[in-house]
């Protein structure tokens, strides 16, 4: 069924029928007409679930259909809703940041394992920021930390910025449009990164909705996925404290290669890391 056949005034229950039709069904398939329902007409899931048989307006109808066909060639829910859930944490995203993805959250707790007694007051540094996820989410756990999230966009910069204002943690943070480190002075008690680290040749092989969506250089980490790295570990002795912690995301067949770069650069091996699906996902060193 396309938008066009509807020719008449939906409810709330039909048009998310519409939705599911249209994006091919499932049960997936009706969370997020669901969604694209509630963007669409500002509506909460219990507007929508307790009250279908309210009738959309023509403005929301457009709307929904807009963000059907949107969905339809590939573009997230989260891009198409400005915003994605990351620690519990509501952040905003746009076109000049990653979609920060839940596995990154073993990053999250990786670093709090490392930063005890929680209300010290450590310094932080989030390489690689975008939205300040990593950032943003150790504050929230850090209650007298203070973070600097460093990127090479400036416009991701200022999202980031946003979020932390709209987060309530602003005065606890800040953010500055630098490439890795070259901004960045000593001594810090952990670095965290999410750095690009696709090979080239990989890239076009990912998920459309990553490929397409997600800004090429968060993702492009070189022929081999590791210049990031050869960038940033040879920095972290010189920026982190004696006993201080780095804390990296990884692809999971790269976890040996960016230990021997750490261990290279002078740092003691706290080992790969897997996430909730059992991937290696982040290696950690300290100094």
């Known amino acids: 069924m396309t938008r066009a056949a509807a020719i008449r005034p939906m409810t709330r229950r039909a048009a998310v029928e519409w939705a ?21 007409a500002s509506l909460s899931p219990e507007a929508i679930i307790g009250h279908g048989d309210v009738a959309l ?14 969905r339809r060639r590939g573009e ?17 995203i746009t076109p000049a940041t990653l979609d ?3 596995d990154s959250e073993t990053l999250v707790e990786l670093a709090l394992e490392r930063l005890a007694p929680r209300e010290r007051a450590w310094r932080l540094v989030d390489l690689g920021t975008g939205s300040g996820a990593l950032l943003l989410a150790l504050l929230s756990e850090l209650p007298a930390a203070f973070g600097v999230g460093i990127d090479i966009s400036a416009a991701a910069c200022a999202v980031a910025r946003d979020n932390a204002r709209a987060l309530g943690l602003g005065r ?7 490439n890795w480190t070259s901004a960045m002075a000593g001594p810090v008690d952990l670095v965290v990164a999410n750095p690009p680290y696709i090979p080239h040749h ?16 968060a993702l492009d980490g070189g022929s081999d996925g590791l210049d990031a790295y050869r960038v940033i570990a040879p920095a972290l002795p010189g920026l982190l404290r004696p006993g201080g912690w780095a804390v990296l995301e990884v692809g999971e067949s790269q976890a040996a ?9 002078g740092l003691r091996s706290g080992g790969a890391h897997p996430d909730l699906a059992g991937r290696i996902r982040a290696v950690t060193a300290n100094r």
């Open 257 to 265: 290669a960016v230990l021997a770069l750490l261990a290279a650069a």
């Open 202 to 217: 990989e890239i076009d092989r990912l998920a459309p909705e990553v490929r397409h969506f997600d800004p090429r250089r």
């Open 20 to 40: 599911v039709a249209a994006l091919n069904g499932g049960a997936d398939r009706r969370l997020e007409a669901r969604r694209l329902l509630g963007l669409a």
């Open 100 to 102: 920060p993805r839940p």
């Open 172 to 178: 606890r943070a800040a953010f500055a449009a630098a």
């Open 76 to 92: 997230p829910v989260s891009r198409l809703a400005g915003e994605r859930e990351f620690w519990s944490l509501p952040l905003r």
């Open 57 to 70: 307006d023509d403005a929301a109808w457009a709307r929904l259909g807009d963000l059907v066909a949107r």
